[in-house]
């Protein structure tokens, strides 16, 4: 005598384990969203510019004036691009 569900049994087994992969792959697929969510260490926040850049490059500007590193001149073209 044969059982009902007998000639299905190897079709169900490859779709219950594809559907297994599918579900664990997407929690740990949310884990991982939700992880650099509460991080922000997405790719939304590495584009952005701090605000204090302007500050700091000024300050290397003039660091590099007073070691004699550029002239005159050179300090002053870039402290005008720098202010715009």
Avoid: C, H
Avoid at 54 to 83: F, P
Wanted: glycine share 14%; net charge neutral; aromatic share 12%.
């Amino acid at each position: 005598m044969m059982w009902w569900g007998q000639g299905f049994s190897w079709g169900w087994m490859l779709f219950g384990g594809l559907m297994m992969i599918l579900f664990w792959g997407g929690i740990i697929a949310l884990i991982v969203l939700a992880i650099r969510g509460l991080t922000g260490s997405g790719s939304s926040t590495a584009n952005t510019i701090p605000a204090n850049t302007s500050s700091s490059a000024l300050r290397i500007l003039k660091e590099r004036y007073a070691r004699g590193e550029i002239t005159k001149e050179e300090y002053e073209d870039m402290r005008r691009d720098l202010e715009t």
